[in-house]
């Protein structure tokens, strides 16, 4: 049986990987320090024996015991709000983070692939991305202690795979949507459909021009499986590049919920990329994976999930207090 580390276990991506590695035979242990993940992503693999849960802060020393074949890094925020309310965590668990990890790898003599993101290629001059494009990022700006983190995340990854012969793998991961999101995290999605669900205008920042392009989880996971499993060491964009903008997203939200919202403009923040979508081809010609979830399909299980949240949780807004940070 194989045995599998997966960091962030408690988070979105996280509790999907989980689930999709348990599927697959694994034994899974699940690391969380719950900063921004929640137990009741992973509620569901208390009682599975392959599965264990250690809480942990990736950041510091990372001890397994034992043999390990796997190791999976997904620990990290991953909303503009959270950078600018746990900065330095968020920049510590990619980097630190990473090197402890790449440490560990090294040691057990286990593979590694680690979840980077679009947001190496910062707000694009090159549309739409290729792995090839080095990208435009502000270290800086209130991104850049994420972007910043996840360049310094890759760089230390080809360094372990070049110089001690680390079996590495980087995930450059698009835009991507599904239940366990958390809903108020300030993302565009979870925002939309809350906002909805609590009879809220939708806030579209600035004019809404600006395009993103969304990928289901289950479509996410499967390209992360045959990535890991791959032999290709370069980074590769994994995301759908259906792009849309999001004023069209606002209102394929409001025709999902059949609610009648109205919307309402605010500022746009600080380096808010203006455009984003994957060129797929090399995931296509390498993994022989592409997306295969519609917009349509994903955001009505999605927000099946949301609807079925408490009332409680539908009105916790955690994120307001940061707003005055992020516009300009
Ligand atoms: N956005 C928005 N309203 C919101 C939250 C986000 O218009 O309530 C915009 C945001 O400015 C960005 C896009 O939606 O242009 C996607 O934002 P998100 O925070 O989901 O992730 P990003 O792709 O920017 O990292």
């Not at 137990?39 to 990372?62: A, G, M, P, Q, Y």
């Not at 330095?88 to 057990?108: E, F, M, P, W």
């Not at 290709?232 to 759908?240: A, C, E, H, T």
């Not at 997203?249 to 990329?273: G, M, S, W």
Request: proline share 5%; charged share 25%; aromatic share 10%.
């Amino acid at each position: 049986m194989k045995k599998t580390l997966i960091t962030g276990a408690a988070g979105f991506l996280g509790s999907h990987l989980v689930n999709k590695f348990l599927k697959e035979g694994h034994h899974v242990i699940g690391m969380d320090n719950l900063i921004t993940g929640n137990l009741k992503n992973i509620e569901e693999f208390r009682t599975n024996k392959n599965f264990e849960f250690r809480n942990h802060d990736v950041s510091k020393f990372v001890k397994i015991d034992g043999n390990l074949d796997y190791i999976l890094h997904f620990a990290s925020p991953a909303s503009p709000i959270d950078y600018l309310k746990i900065p330095i965590q968020t920049l510590k668990v990619s980097s630190y983070g990473t090197h402890n990890l790449l440490g560990l790898a090294k040691d057990k003599g286990a593979r590694i692939l680690v979840a980077s993101t679009s947001e190496v290629y910062g707000d694009p001059l090159v549309h739409p991305q290729v792995e090839e494009y080095y990208g435009n990022v502000n270290p800086v700006g209130p991104r850049g202690v994420y972007d910043e983190a996840k360049r310094y995340m890759e760089a230390v990854t080809m360094a372990y795979n070049s110089f001690h012969k680390v079996e590495t793998r980087i995930a450059r991961i698009f835009n991507t949507y599904g239940p366990k999101m958390r809903l108020n995290d300030g993302r565009v999605l979870p925002a939309f459909i809350g906002q909805a669900l609590r009879g809220e205008d939708l806030t579209i920042f600035g004019d809404g021009s600006q395009t993103r392009s969304f990928c289901y989880v289950d479509d996410l996971v499967d390209g992360i499986f045959k990535l890991l499993l791959s032999d290709y060491d370069q980074p590769v964009n994994l995301g759908n590049p259906c792009e849309i903008t999001i004023t069209e997203f606002a209102e394929e939200i409001i025709k999902l919920t059949e609610t009648d919202q109205k919307i309402t403009h605010k500022d746009l923040p600080l380096n808010d990329p203006k455009q984003r979508k994957p060129d797929v081809s090399k995931a296509k010609k390498i993994l022989n994976w592409e997306p295969k979830t519609s917009r349509d399909e994903g955001l009505k299980v999605t927000y099946e999930y949301f609807k079925s949240l408490s009332k409680e949780e539908l009105n916790k807004k955690e994120h307001n207090d940061f707003e005055k940070y992020i516009t300009r």
